[in-house]
Structure formats: C-alpha cells, structure tokens
C-alpha cells in the first residue's frame, strides 16, 4: 500500500490506496546482494531446514497445539517508536504502550487462531479440500518486563516499549537488542511493513511497520491506524516472513510444493496453500479468487496473502509447522529471563582495550557454563563465531581478521542468558 499525502492549508488527510504492499522482497534483496550476509543466511536457512525435517512428518489439525512437540512458546516483544522524542508527554507513552498491547493481543489471537473472524473459515472450507482446516501454534508473545538492556533505560518491571530509539540513525537492526523480537513503528518507506524472511534475534532484526498500520482502535496522536489495514494485521503478515513464511502468491513454476530454493524462489515450500502469480487486494469472495491450479482456489484469506485486515483471518497447518521449524531453529537466541522475576542479569564480562584494533581480551567474573562469542558490524554481518567450553580460564583472547574501522557488537552466549557489548575498532 502506498499512502498519498495531500496537504491543504492546516488540514491533512491520508489517502490509502486499496492494494497491500510489503517490503521483504526488497529487504531480502540487499541480504542476498552482499556476499557476506548471503553466505550468513543460507547457513542459518540449513539449519532452519533440518528442523522443518524433523518436523515435517507430523501433521497439525484444526485447533490441534503444538503441547507434544514443545511446551508454550513464550516470545519476548520489544516495541520501537524512533520518532517518539524521549520527553514526549507522559500521556502520548501511556497511549503508545498501550497501543503496543494491543497489537500484541492481536498477534496472540491470530496465531493461536482464537481471532474471532476465524470462524469464517467454516463457511469456505469445502472450496479448499487441500487444506486440512486452520493453522495454530502454542504461542504466547508478550511484552518483555524483566533485564532490559542497560542503555535502554527502562526500570525492572516495565515493559520493553522506547521512544526515540535511533537503531543507528535508521538502521532496521540493533544490537542492543538482541534476543528479543524487536518491532519498530515508523515510516516504513511506502509500504505498510517489511521483515527478513527468517528473521535472527541475534543479528538484531526488527520488524518495520507503519505508523498508520500498527495495532487496531482510535490509537494514539500520529499513531491512528488507517483503513483498511487497522486490524493489525499487517504485523501478523510481516512476523509470518519473520518465522521464514514467504508470500502465497509468489509463482506457479514449482515442480515440487515441498521444495523452497532460497536463491530461486516459486512458491512458498508449502504444500497446503494454492500456487497463484498474484497477489490478492481488496476484499472478495473466496469462491472467486483462483490459484495456477485449474479448478483450484487460491486463499484469499490467508494471512500471507495481500487482502484487506478484516478479510484475512487464518494460517495452514503447513504454514504452522514451517513457523514452528523456524522457532526450533532460533529458540537458542531468544533471551529467556525477559518474561520472567529473575534478578537483573548484568553483563559478566568486560573488554580492553575498547577501542582497539581488532585485537582484544574478554574478562569474565566468572563462569558456571559454556559459552559462544558472536561479533557482528553496524549493517548486521556476522564477523566472528566460536564456541568455547568451560575452564578455569576466565579469560579469551579474540582477533579479528583484517577488521575495518566501526562499531561492532560482541554477543556472549552462556546458557540461556545473551549480553552484549560494543566495541570500537580503530
């Protein structure tokens, strides 16, 4: 969707066109068009592959949950409004944290498939005998309350909502804020959201939405949602390309519905949503909409499609399961303590020299597990990986190899818990 903005004297409205637009493809195409983070994703879409395997003989029906694969999944939700100036009013932050829950009771909803509208699907599905009912995952997301990052400056208790938050002047990541799934509200450059395809929260990626598009109801002063896309569903659309699902309409040229080729993408890998070349708008009646497949319709409804908020309401089984294959395979990043009362966990380590010219020592109070180190740049890339196992040693030496001059953020992994420090290379 793009938004026209016309201006006359003091009063401004927005025009909304009718047709959806979302962003990953673009964002996916400066991944893939920067040799070092293409070689980091394909890595981390193997592994992604191998839990879709161990998962791809089970079959999730109707209202089925995932309680004999996994326990609840408990996601920690941060929430980002950049253009939000720290001293704005005590009032506005009230409105945009609320604002904030909402969006995340709608998300819960939409992936648990307890939305209302689901109901509908009862109406239709005897046009779709391929799909064997709605899709649904044990999912709780909620907004972090606990061990916040230090430079965040928000008190124990409080949820994870910043304002003014700069991400790097503009940057769709920051690791500071590793280990949550990190959404970020503003001008989303034309179109309603966007979000990797297979998001990392060790990397650090966000999901961009909209100010116009970003939880339901009368919102918040510059924050309103915009019909027809104030359901807040265009955040259920862009967080299913965070868990690795592509669009529904992404081509009718593959030759096998369970095979998804990164470099080359036709279709989406899975077998339970209709092939069709393009995307849906609007609001029209299922039994007219059709996939590549002669006589076959294409879902319409389906979240991963382009329809209006209030006439997309439900994910496939298949769509639940690659979700979930992709939640096993980031499950590690994800900062646990979050959602809990745990005492504040602060960084147990320190490093020098900082600054420094690649060459540095990581001093650690002390040490109960094993650990991994990760070193990533300002535009996301993975410089560094090991892994290092428990010893009397409270101390390890890291040089990088032929680093250029920046900020770098160094993620130090033990046990469940994921602290992060920058460094500056001279």
């Not at 779709?128 to 009912?133: A, H, R």
């Not at 990581?362 to 090991?386: A, C, H, P, T």
Request: hydrophobic letters at 35%; charged letters at 15%.
């Amino acid at each position: 969707m793009k938004k026209i903005i016309l201006s006359f004297f003091l009063l401004t409205t927005v025009a909304v066109n009718a047709q959806r637009t979302c962003g990953m493809e673009q964002k996916m195409q400066q991944i893939m068009s920067d040799p070092i983070q293409k070689e980091a994703y394909l890595k981390d879409q193997q592994k992604f592959q191998i839990e879709l395997e161990k998962l791809s003989n089970r079959t999730y029906r109707s209202g089925e949950t995932n309680e004999n694969v996994n326990a609840t999944i408990r996601i920690p939700i941060a929430v980002h409004y950049p253009s939000v100036a720290t001293n704005a009013s005590a009032a506005l932050k009230t409105c945009l944290r609320n604002l904030a829950q909402n969006q995340v009771n709608i998300l819960n909803a939409d992936y648990n498939a307890t939305n209302t509208d689901v109901s509908n699907w009862n109406n239709v599905s005897s046009l779709f005998p391929m799909v064997n009912g709605v899709g649904s995952i044990d999912v709780e997301f909620v907004l972090a309350t606990q061990n916040h990052p230090a430079a965040a400056g928000i008190a124990n208790g409080t949820v994870a909502v910043t304002f003014g938050t700069d991400f790097l002047n503009g940057a769709d990541q920051d690791f500071t804020w590793t280990g949550y799934v990190n959404i970020v509200v503003r001008y989303a450059n034309g179109n309603l959201g966007y979000s990797v395809l297979g998001g990392s929260p060790n990397q650090g990626h966000t999901v961009v939405i909209d100010t116009e598009a970003f939880g339901s109801g009368a919102g918040c002063t510059d924050y309103v949602p915009g019909a027809p896309y104030n359901k807040g569903r265009t955040l259920t659309h862009e967080l299913g390309h965070y868990f690795n699902l592509d669009h529904t309409f992404n081509g009718c040229g593959e030759t096998n519905c369970a095979v998804y080729n990164v470099n080359n993408p036709v279709g989406d890998g899975i077998c339970d949503t209709p092939p069709q070349t393009n995307a849906t708008g609007g609001c029209p009646n299922p039994s007219t909409v059709m996939s590549c497949t002669s006589g076959q319709r294409a879902l319409s409804m389906n979240y991963m499609d382009y329809t209006n908020d209030n006439c997309m309401y439900m994910f496939t089984p298949g769509q639940a399961t690659r979700m979930l294959a992709r939640y096993n395979t980031i499950a590690g990043q994800i900062r646990t303590n979050t959602l809990s009362n745990n005492e504040v966990v602060k960084n147990n380590f320190t490093i020098a020299p900082n600054p420094n010219n690649g060459s540095f020592t990581i001093q650690f109070k002390d040490l109960s597990n094993d650990y991994s180190v990760e070193i990533f740049d300002v535009s996301g890339r993975m410089v560094y990986e090991n892994y290092y196992t428990l010893s009397s040693n409270l101390s390890q030496e890291i040089t990088l190899d032929k680093p250029s001059s920046g900020l770098y953020f160094v993620n130090v992994k033990s046990g469940s818990v994921i602290t992060t420090e920058k460094i500056i290379i001279k």
